[in-house]
Structure formats: C-alpha cells, structure tokens
C-alpha cells in the first residue's frame, strides 16, 4: 500500500512538473511565433520545437521509471530481458502518446504512474495541437487581411 501511495505522489509531481515546463516553453514559443507570418521554414521549427518539448517530458517519465524500479523497487517493466533505460525511455513515448504496443508491460507502482502518464500526454499533445492550430489560424487571418487591404487599395 505505501508504494503505491509513493506512485500516485511521483505520478502527481510529475504532471505538475510536465505541465509547468510545457506551459512556459508554449508560452514562449508564443511569444517568438506570434504575429508573424508562417512559412514552412518556420512551421519546420515550430514542429521541430513541439517535439523537442514532448520529447523532454516523456524523458522525464522515462528517468521517473527507471528511479522508481531501480532504485525505489515499486515495480518494473516485464517484456524481453532486464529492462535498460532505452526501455523505459520507449516504454514512456509509448504511453505518453497512448500508442500502448503492449511489449513491455508495468507491474507494481509503475501502472499507477503509466496511467496517470497516459492521461497526461494525451492533454499535453492536445494542448500543442490546439497551440499550432491556433498560431496557424491567426497566421492566416492576417494573411488574409493583408491581401484584403491590397486589394481593396488597388480598387479606389
């Protein structure tokens, strides 16, 4: 019971801190994004940068994995072999993104903080996803604007 009341904690810090450094790297994306035109050299970037970040919290979930089996034994990952980092690095991108292979499967403590990292990712990505729909659509608008005032210049 005490272990599993440690995962739901680490699984709780983690979605804090997930969630605090996705917000602020957003926001700066944001602020380096925001009125300006979008090229496909900076969609490029923008993506690139998108999955950097996620790139980094799923890193985090895979170290909090191997931490936690390795060295506070509240469980591991059963699947083929001893389990490395490698693995758990795999095993986080896969249920961050709720993509969920079932080669490698949690026991112990770390189901509670697979499922709570499923539910996470899936709100991070969705929050991205809105993010770069957002940028793309005020891109456009003054895209649009802006070929409107031509326009309309070149009619008077």
Do not use: W
């Not at 931490?67 to 991108?93: K, R």
């Not at 940028?135 to 070929?147: A, G, P, W």
């Amino acid at each position: 019971m005490v272990k599993c009341i440690e995962a739901v904690g680490l699984a709780l810090v983690l979605v804090a801190a997930t969630t605090g450094f996705h917000y602020e790297a957003v926001r700066a994306l944001l602020h380096r994004f925001q009125g300006r035109q979008m090229s496909r050299p900076r969609l490029v970037r923008l993506l690139v940068t998108l999955v950097m970040i996620h790139g980094a919290e799923v890193g985090l979930y895979a170290g909090a994995y191997a931490f936690s089996a390795d060295v506070l034994g509240m469980g591991g990952l059963t699947g083929e072999g001893t389990p490395g980092i490698i693995d758990f690095s795999y095993f986080a991108a896969e249920t961050y993104s709720t993509l969920g292979y079932g080669d490698l499967v949690p026991t112990g403590g770390l189901r509670v903080m697979a499922t709570v990292e499923a539910l996470n990712g899936v709100l991070l990505l969705t929050l991205s996803g809105a993010f770069l729909s957002g940028i793309l659509r005020d891109s456009y608008l003054r895209e649009t604007r802006r070929v409107s005032d031509r326009d309309g210049a070149d009619d008077q």
